[in-house]
């Protein structure tokens, strides 16, 4: 427990904690070039952001300007890093779509493994 504050619930063990780049189609089709040079830069913050997660703190305590304790474990359990779409993560998100599906809250217009496209 730091300054008072507890875990009430968590998500560990229930997903994944994939995050996506979400756009249509008409939306990219003409700026392809300057959204694969930022995937690409993003990429390579995350990798420094991983081999250097001390400095990362400080500037992210620097720029939010949280604690740099509370900077430091949000680091430490918030860790992200580029993965390429594939099989096992379009079939993880099936299961998390599906349940959302089944509660009624999402209607399906196509199969998730057409959601995914590469720039």
Do not use: C
Not at 35 to 42: G, K
Not at 99 to 109: C, D, E, R, T, W
């Amino acid at each position: 427990m730091l300054r008072g504050a507890r875990v009430v619930a968590d998500g560990r063990d229930l997903i994944h904690g994939y995050a996506f780049e979400v756009a249509n189609e008409s939306a990219i089709a003409a700026k392809r070039t300057i959204l694969a040079d930022f995937l690409q830069r993003e990429g390579r913050a995350l990798d420094w952001a991983a081999v250097h997660p001390e400095d990362y703190a400080r500037v992210l305590s620097t720029e939010t300007g949280l604690p740099l304790d509370i900077a430091r474990i949000m680091v430490r359990k918030n860790s992200r890093h580029v993965a390429s779409i594939s099989p096992a993560i379009i079939n993880d998100q099936k299961i998390f779509i599906d349940i959302f599906a089944q509660a009624g809250k999402i209607k399906l217009v196509r199969t998730l493994d057409q959601a995914f496209s590469i720039l």
